[in-house]
């Protein structure tokens, strides 16, 4: 069992099958079955009653899916990449810009806020539970993976620094402000205005954050 785990970590570490293979020029995504043409649709369902429904607009095509997420950082933040990596400077310079959208003051969003899928409705009753909020499990891998880039010689050592430092500072000062004004840890925060929202309390991942407070990864 030790070596099918790591053939399949060695398969997942190599650079050059993850650029082949999900490297859009900007990003990594998934490759896949996916149509942007997609929406909730109002249709009558008898007796004066209606409720949405997902419509395809365009029919599905194997494609990158360039959903811009979370998913989009896990050969960063699972530390897979090289420290020398081209990809890895490009990704680190544009996870603050407006076209990527993640960033925040609170920490980084699950989508992007310039993504058509950000904060969507997956149906009618399907709040978007991951298309928008700052999930703390997904940005502790974020903060570990940059402090570890920041701790390795390589070209992005410098940049990495300055990101670890603003993004730690961000999910520590928002959860405890959030835990001073309403006394509980929450399960996610909203990427617009930082305050705690679905389960609470949560002291499950979002826990992670002391694990932030002491910089130990």
Not at 6 to 24: C, G
Not at 117 to 129: F, G, M, V, W
Request: charged fraction near 20%; charge should be positive.
């Amino acid at each position: 069992e030790v070596d099918q785990y790591r053939e399949t970590y060695e398969l997942l570490a190599n650079n050059t099958r993850l650029k082949e293979l999900h490297w859009t020029g900007k990003f990594f995504a998934d490759y896949g079955l996916h149509s942007d043409v997609v929406g909730l649709t109002e249709k009558r369902t008898g007796q004066g009653h209606s409720e949405k429904r997902r419509v395809v607009g365009k029919l599905p095509l194997y494609q990158h899916v360039k959903v811009q997420g979370y998913v989009n950082l896990f050969p960063v933040s699972r530390t897979l990449l090289a420290p020398s990596s081209a990809e890895l400077g490009t990704i680190l310079k544009n996870l603050k810009t407006q076209s990527n959208g993640m960033w925040s003051q609170y920490g980084l969003c699950s989508v992007a806020k310039s993504d058509s899928y950000y904060l969507k409705h997956n149906t009618q009753h399907d709040a978007p539970y991951w298309r928008g909020p700052v999930w703390i499990n997904i940005n502790f891998l974020a903060v570990r993976a940059l402090d570890h880039y920041a701790k390795v010689p390589g070209p992005h050592q410098e940049l990495s620094g300055a990101l670890y430092k603003e993004l730690r500072e961000n999910i520590v000062n928002n959860m405890y402000l959030e835990y001073k004004r309403t006394g509980y840890i929450w399960e996610q925060y909203n990427c617009q205005t930082g305050r705690g929202q679905s389960v609470h309390p949560f002291t499950g991942w979002s826990s992670l954050v002391v694990l932030m407070m002491g910089e130990q990864y």
